[in-house]
């Protein structure tokens, strides 16, 4: 279920930073487009070597940006924020 789909009158941009994720990381991002009508879901890349970032494209409106080179996760958060268009 795609809740922006539904209704897109509150509609938000997801910011999520990401190194790994768990077994429970798909169950969360269906999870979120369930509950909240997301227009974009941006992905702070930090390195994953799991299969956190394929599962993420599998979803719509999705952006993966490569931070891999951020020493911080307050960098990572920053430049995350930055490229929201909302």
Same mark, same amino acid.
């Given at each position: ?25 798909? %169950? ?27 599962? %993420? ?25 930055? %490229?929201?268009?909302?």
């Amino acid at each position: 279920m795609d809740r922006y789909l539904i209704d897109d009158n509150f509609s938000v941009t997801v910011i999520i930073p990401v190194i790994h994720t768990n077994e429970l990381w798909r %169950a969360n991002l269906l999870s979120i487009y369930r509950e909240i009508p997301v227009k974009e879901l941006l992905i702070g890349d930090g390195g994953c070597i799991d299969d956190s970032i394929l599962i %993420a494209q599998e979803f719509p409106r999705v952006q993966i940006l490569d931070q891999t080179s951020f020493k911080t996760l307050g960098y990572s958060i920053k430049n995350l924020i930055q %490229a929201v268009n909302t």
